[in-house]
């Protein structure tokens, strides 16, 4: 990262329906919501489950991959903290009821829909965000 | 679902008003606002101090007490609000005939008034502090790059191609089709932003990548302006000077597992290709009694070329995969189904859906300048994501 001068896009962190995302950010983990009563993933995270109607605040732990869902490459400037050119990518990860996450990589990638992609943790102030990339190894040829 | 209690054409559309559209109005929103407003309702023979009812999109800055004042009404005896923003002009105009038939108010302005580009743009990021909490999720989204409506759209658009087997090429040529069709009337508009500008297919491919597979004219025009209706029952308006334009239908969807938030959050609903306007199509046409295969012509709303080609199938105007095959001349007048003849979001302006329901009322009236001979079913839509609303108009019997 270089960009030293404009103010990154940071989060609410502290939020009682999801800060727990960005605390388990803290600690290298990616953490989804899940119903205590019916196990279903709720996300968004909140604490009423649309499949059973129960209140909750449990979160589980999973793992730190997934399938590239959709992407993009933003070629256009909007804010001045996400230099252009940059790709989003749409990430389902594994192991979840459809659960998706947001990444962003610098430059143009080089993508193809349900290929392999693994979190890593970036570490913007005093903020850590999940982020994703392409697992580069012999698996991905397996996508 | 057909609902019992609906009466088709109980209410009608007897007046329309639009300002000019323009980069720089130089006007405030109440000013635009009671413009479009008073050419409505002079165009329906009513009274301005007649009006007792006012619906707006919850996203403008107009209160609806502030347009009655301005109008000078005597007294305001229902106000309401729809949206999210482009999801709201149908459903507007259906709190309009909601208020009617109950008895709470008997002439509703509906209007949307913005400077949509030289006041608050939208898509923006915040420039002061953190982003998201309070469960508008904006933190699992604006940190992470997704920042802007068109990169969301560019997201979708690439998962329809995967999804339906085709080449972002393939893709391209769908969306072009859907530019170049809504140019093309635009050009026979003179109220129209982009009246003096044609677009050939190269124009198309050779505008810039903005967020690919999006190019420049995949978005809509940003645009400053107004647009308003006014509705009151067809009894009534029987015995105005004007043509009237029964509402023969109207209806609101969001389907299940909508999510909650404005915009971005449904990049995580089961299926990012079809959306609430397929939930929403099956009330609307059972409500009227017609079909798809019945519309004359359509408006639908297409803040980016990919959401008015989602809508095209989610409304069954076209079979799922299949609108990225679209021509021109397909969505043209005398094609097989006239598509947004006043230019659209794309080449008229962006009066967030409420253009389409003005120019929806024109083509039953015979009065549009790409006019659909003898049309009698027109079709409006206003926009998902968020959720989704839709009208369909006709004639007097
Ligand atoms: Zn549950």
């Known amino acids: 990262m270089t960009d030293a001068q404009p103010s990154p896009v940071l989060p609410v962190v502290d939020d009682v329906d999801t800060g727990e995302f960005f605390a388990a950010a803290a600690r290298g983990e990616i953490a989804v919501r899940v119903c205590s009563a019916c196990r279903a993933d709720v996300h968004l995270p909140r604490e009423n489950c649309p499949q059973c109607g129960a209140f909750s605040r449990e979160w589980r732990v999973v793992p730190p991959l997934g399938a590239l869902y959709s992407w993009t490459v933003v070629e256009h400037q909007v804010h001045p903290a996400t230099p252009v050119p940059y790709t989003v990518v749409l990430v389902e990860v594994d192991g979840t009821d459809g659960v998706r996450l947001v990444g962003r990589i610098d430059g143009r990638a080089e993508l193809e829909i349900g290929q392999r992609m693994e979190a890593w943790f970036e570490q913007v102030d005093d903020v850590t965000l999940p982020q994703w990339r392409p697992i580069r190894t012999d698996e991905e040829s397996t996508a | ?397």
């Open chain 2, 1 to 397: 679902m057909p609902d019992q209690t609906w009466t088709p054409g109980a209410c009608s559309i007897v007046g329309i008003g639009e300002t000019d559209f323009s980069k720089a109005s130089g006007r405030t929103p109440l000013t635009l606002a009671a413009q479009a407003a008073r050419a409505a309702l002079a165009d329906a023979g009513i009274a301005p101090r007649a009006v007792d009812g006012v619906v707006r999109c919850d996203m403008d800055l107009v209160s609806a007490p502030a347009l009655a004042d301005s109008l000078g009404a005597d007294d305001l005896t229902y106000w309401g609000e729809a949206g999210p923003g482009g999801s709201g002009p149908a459903a507007m105009v259906g709190q309009a005939v909601a208020a009617i038939n109950s008895g709470l108010a008997t002439t509703v302005v509906v209007f949307r008034s913005l400077n949509g580009r030289s006041g608050n743009r939208y898509g923006l990021v915040g420039e002061h502090g953190a982003v998201g909490g309070d469960n508008n999720y904006e933190e699992f989204f604006l940190p992470f790059g997704m920042q802007t409506p068109g990169q969301f759209f560019a997201v979708v658009a690439r998962r329809y191609a995967h999804e339906h087997g085709l080449s972002i090429d393939e893709l391209s040529h769908g969306l072009g089709s859907i530019a170049m069709a809504g140019r093309a009337h635009a050009n026979n508009n003179p109220a129209a932003q982009f009246h003096q500008r044609t677009m050939s297919r190269e124009d198309y491919l050779a505008s810039r990548m903005l967020s690919s597979p999006l190019r420049l004219f995949d978005y809509c025009l940003e645009t400053d302006g107004a647009a308003a209706v006014v509705v009151t029952s067809t009894q009534r308006a029987r015995d105005l000077a004007g043509v009237h334009v029964p509402v023969l239908s109207v209806a609101q969807g969001t389907g299940r597992g909508v999510q909650p938030g404005q915009m971005f959050p449904a990049l995580l609903r089961k299926s990012i290709t079809t959306w609430p306007s397929a939930a929403t199509a099956p009330t609307v046409f059972g409500r009227a009694g017609v079909t798809a295969g019945d519309v004359d012509v359509a408006q639908i709303y297409d803040c980016f070329t990919i959401t008015a080609l989602i809508q095209l199938e989610d409304y069954g105007f076209m079979a799922p995969g299949r609108a990225a095959y679209v021509t021109p001349e397909d969505l043209s007048v005398g094609g097989r189904l006239p598509f947004n003849t006043s230019g659209g979001h794309l080449s008229e302006g962006y009066i967030h859906g409420m253009n389409h329901v003005v120019e929806g009322v024109r083509q039953v009236r015979g009065t549009s300048t790409n006019q659909v001979d003898g049309a009698e079913i027109s079709f409006v839509s206003s926009a998902p994501p968020p959720g989704a609303s839709a009208m369909i108009l006709g004639v007097d019997r």
